[in-house]
């Protein structure tokens, strides 16, 4: 990646040693400023990102530094090296080990890789076209989501104090951790407390194996390991869980900005059909396809049914239906396109002078390609078979994953399926 402009170091000291380390690895050209310089050198040269030494006495030059580099755009890196305390909102940690700073050049050129994205959506943003999209002023930490692992003391006063924050999903085990990776959008990860040594050097060398998750911020709130991992915003924060949030903040807002400048990119590009703050179709891609579907569907004298625009238009992976127990048709259009019935909802549809038990019917995009019509006409007792065989199913499952916690394995209590009041053996 292209440097943009010069590196600006910011110390009292006569040459700290990472600028030597910028210097041999090419980030030229280098600035030296003292911390009463620093505003002046910062509005002479212009440049790409500030690194600064943190030392006694510059926390108040510190803060008006950060204050005027928050309004900057596109995004100004801050690094702090070695902060003794909690750092400004936008002022990016950084703690040498063993009088190391070889990871500081890749912390760098991760947060200069954000400013070349913050570029490009600026340049994108001036062309003269009808959909042109705007990009969000608010705090990407606002929609910033941490994944917070640990069981230890600390854990309570820390999922309070990040929650405070951003969104936090919690995990008590390394293994619910990587469910949560695998399944949802991160932007962070704080690792307490109460694993050994080895199970986090397992945890981190698969971060570091994996490119989805190597450039996550990861933050370490013990010293047991040292940062030795090709992970580029790893970070150990120990101390009270305040200032772990406050240093982990930074660069967990970073990483969200990141992700919110890549939507804005994807939203440019598909025309304004997808929005930049969730990623999702917007309602007039909607209404796009549903309009490209009706035409395609009457040029060619077929009807367009619900299922039919959910799965060959949108995409929708499974479509969810409920009819009242006592409505024959509606049950029976929906059998007839292949859903199943998968549940009997008690009481959930409200009439006037009473309330109505639903059946609960699933279709998915494979079962609604690959099958037929049914013909077979809708009847209760067929409906409640095929319930009671799901039930079944899912409780056999149950017994196998009960039989497999005796080697360990937690097992899967039933708490949401049921053919009748539970027996006593559940309570035990």
Not at 33 to 55: C, G, M, T
Not at 122 to 136: N, S, Y
Not at 196 to 210: H, W
Not at 396 to 409: H, Y
Request: with cysteine; proline share 5%; aromatic share 6%.
């Amino acid at each position: 990646m292209s440097q943009q402009g010069p590196i600006v170091v910011v110390s009292n000291a006569p040459r700290p040693a990472f600028a030597i380390t910028l210097d041999e690895a090419g980030m030229f050209p280098v600035v030296d400023a003292s911390w009463a310089d620093a505003l002046r050198a910062i509005e002479k040269v212009q440049p790409a990102a500030i690194v600064a030494a943190a030392s006694g006495g510059t926390v108040p030059h510190l803060a008006a530094l950060a204050k005027q580099l928050a309004a900057r755009k596109p995004y100004l890196p801050l690094v702090v090296v070695d902060p003794a305390s909690a750092l400004p909102e936008n002022a990016l940690p950084f703690s040498q080990h063993d009088g190391k700073f070889t990871r500081l050049i890749a912390r760098l050129n991760a947060a200069l890789r954000v400013r070349t994205l913050h570029a490009t959506v600026m340049r994108r943003q001036t062309e003269d076209r009808p959909d042109r999209i705007t990009l969000a002023d608010s705090d990407p930490a606002r929609d910033a989501t941490v994944l917070l692992i640990g069981r230890g003391a600390a854990y309570p006063a820390l999922s309070v104090t990040l929650g405070e924050r951003m969104g936090v999903v919690g995990a008590l085990s390394i293994e619910a951790a990587a469910k949560h990776l695998s399944n949802r959008d991160i932007d962070g990860i704080v690792l307490g407390e109460g694993f050994t040594a080895r199970v986090m050097d397992a945890f981190l060398t698969v971060l570091s194996e994996d490119s989805r998750f190597r450039n996550l911020p990861i933050l370490l709130t013990s010293n047991q390991l040292a940062p030795d991992y090709d992970l580029p915003n790893l970070e150990i924060i120990s101390g009270d869980p305040a200032r772990v949030a406050a240093n982990a903040l930074p660069l967990i807002r970073q990483h969200a900005f990141e992700a919110h400048l890549a939507r804005t990119l994807r939203s440019i590009d598909a025309g304004g059909l997808l929005d930049p703050r969730s990623g999702l179709l917007t309602l007039q891609a909607f209404n796009r396809d549903f309009a490209t579907a009706v035409y395609q569907t009457s040029s060619r004298g077929a009807g367009l049914s619900v299922a039919r625009f959910a799965f060959d238009h949108i995409g929708v992976h499974r479509l969810e239906a409920r009819a009242v127990v006592k409505n024959g048709r509606g049950n029976g259009a929906l059998q007839k396109i292949g859903a199943r019935p998968e549940g009997t909802l008690a009481s959930s549809f409200k009439r006037i002078d009473r309330f109505d038990g639903q059946y609960l019917w699933g279709l998915n995009a494979d079962d609604w390609r690959q099958g037929v019509l049914v013909r077979k006409r809708f009847t209760d007792a067929d409906a409640c078979e095929q319930i009671a065989a799901a039930i079944e199913s899912v409780e056999e499952r149950l017994r196998v994953q009960k039989r497999a916690a005796s080697v360990g394995r937690p097992a899967l209590y039933r708490f949401f399926v049921t053919n009748g009041l539970p027996d006593a053996s559940d309570h035990q």
